[in-house]
């Protein structure tokens, strides 16, 4: 399953790398390497979210660092 994590300038300007960095310590925390793959977007086209724009197969979210762990434990892990 892919996560798309945008780094275009708004997003990346709000923080995409600690976006990324949070995301790729937990595929490794929990070794799920096989079955998570982390790309970089170019703009969503939704700067004008709140928080970093992130897409899960074909889903929306927007995303501040903060929220990453529970995204992940809530949203990313209950669909694997
Ligand atoms: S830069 Fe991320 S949605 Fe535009």
Redesign the pocket.
């Known amino acids: 399953m892919d996560i798309l994590v945008?780094v275009?300038?708004?997003?990346?300007l709000k923080g995409s790398r600690q976006v990324i960095s949070a995301f790729t310590q937990l595929i490794k925390e929990h070794q799920l390497e096989d079955r998570l793959t982390l790309k970089g977007s170019f703009?969503?086209?939704?700067?004008s979210?709140k928080g970093?724009?992130v897409k899960v197969e074909d889903d929306f979210y927007s995303l501040i660092p903060e929220d990453v762990e529970k995204f992940f434990a809530e949203t990313v892990m209950g669909r694997l």
Do not use: D, R, V
């Open positions: 945008c275009g300038s708004s997003c990346h703009c969503m086209g939704k700067c979210c970093i724009s």
